[in-house]
Nanobody, 117 residues
Framework: QVRLVESGGGLVQPGGSLRLSCVTS????????MSWYRQAPGQERKLVTF????????YYIDAVRGRFAISRDTATNTVYLQMNSLKSEDTAVYYC??????????WGQGTQVTVSS
């Protein structure tokens, strides 16, 4: 059974940093594309970043490129999202998603990130 559990969210001041974790079970990270999405209040869920199955290619939306970094630890089956220089517009619920080679998607429950002074 595939399970994704996010953690690491919280309240941070503008300019601060947070590291989100997504602990996975039931999958092998080297065989699944992993992504982080976010959903701000009143908005649809949107892609933030992803890392390919090989781990050698990452993609970021323009709004976070240079500030956020996705990484993974295949030994612990954990995916991370390091978020630096946070802005108020980064406030959202952040979700981890796993996509199989066949195109099946699994989601975590989300973790709230609030950037406010």
């Amino acid at each position: 059974q595939v399970r994704l559990v996010e953690s690491g969210g919280g309240l941070v001041q503008p300019g601060g940093s947070l590291r989100l974790s997504c602990v996975t079970s039931g999958i092998t990270l080297s065989q699944w594309q992993m992504s982080w999405y976010r959903q701000a209040p009143g908005q649809e869920r949107k892609l933030v970043t992803f890392i390919t199955t090989t781990g050698d290619y990452t993609y970021y939306i323009d709004a976070v490129r240079g500030r956020f970094a996705i990484s993974r630890d295949t030994a612990t089956n954990t995916v991370y999202l390091q978020m630096n220089s946070l802005k108020s517009e980064d406030t959202a619920v952040y979700y981890c998603k796993a996509r199989s080679e066949e195109g099946y998607d699994y989601w975590g429950q989300g973790t709230q990130v609030t950037v406010s002074s």
